[in-house]
T-cell receptor
Framework: SAVISQKPSRDICQRGTSLTIQCQVD?????MFWYRQQPGQSLTLIAT?????????ESGFVIDKFPISRPNLTFSTLTVSNMSPEDSSIYLC????????????FGQGTRLTVV | SQQGEEDPQALSIQEGENATMNCSYK?????LQWYRQNSGRGLVHLIL?????REKHSGRLRVTLDTSKKSSSLLITASRAADTASYFC???????????FGKGTMLLVSP
């Protein structure tokens, strides 16, 4: 199992600004994932953060908008840049065990409102 | 995309009743997982069923998987008000490490 600490838990930001979300895991993990959950919607994978290499972004997400850092095996950050009201969502970090038949663990999420 | 589709989108029942949620997906999978989310917070893993399994139990949860129909169901028996949450299915394909989530079912259990 893994315990994930994610912060901030919520924030209200002005459009045009940026917010950095932090994710700390209590154990070393190879892969960390960042998801976006728009209001009333399901989770959409933004990117996979690998330690020591650039993140792998899913279709529709770009590094300039969502830069990710992964300096070590227990920590990652996601920045939401040049925010607009459309970025208002819950952002979640997640880790998963190696192999396909393993469960994922999630942070408590960051509820972002852009005004 | 092998995103799952949950059915129903919302379900309202009384305490003590059973709740059944369904999930369909589009492509072959290695396993299917169910997660629970309380009030827009982090997700909690409930149960994983592999593609070669047909049924799995965990406490009050029963999950079935029909790979020929590309569908799964989650049954919560003797529901409680504390079961009120959103429930998501998620799939992972062979050779993949990422989960693809369905749209979710919002369950409301009234006392």
């Amino acid at each position: 199992s893994a315990v994930i600490s994610q912060k901030p838990s919520r924030d209200i930001c002005q459009r045009g600004t940026s917010l950095t979300i932090q994710c700390q895991v209590d154990s070393q993990v190879t892969m960390m994932f960042w998801y976006r959950q728009q209001p009333g919607q399901s989770l959409t994978l933004i990117a996979t953060a690998n330690q020591g290499s650039e993140a792998t972004y899913e279709s529709g997400f770009v590094i300039d908008k969502f830069p990710i850092s992964r300096p070590n095996l227990t920590f990652s950050t996601l920045t939401v840049s040049n925010m607009s009201p459309e970025d208002s969502s819950i952002y979640l970090c997640s880790v998963k065990g190696r192999g396909e038949n393993t469960e994922a663990f999630f942070g408590q999420g960051t509820r972002l409102t852009v005004v | 995309s092998q995103q799952g589709e949950e059915d129903p989108q919302a379900l309202s029942i009384q305490e003590g009743e059973n709740a059944t949620m369904n999930c369909s997906y589009k492509t072959s999978i290695n396993n299917l997982q169910w997660y629970r989310q309380n009030s827009g917070r982090g997700l909690v893993h409930l149960i994983l069923i592999r593609s070669n399994e047909r049924e799995k139990h965990s406490g009050r949860l029963r999950v079935t998987l029909d790979t020929s129909k590309k569908s799964s169901s989650l049954l919560i028996t003797a529901s409680r008000a504390a079961d009120t949450a959103s429930y998501f299915c998620a799939t992972i394909g062979s050779g993949y490490s990422t989960l693809t989530f369905g749209k979710g079912t919002m369950l409301l259990v009234s006392p």
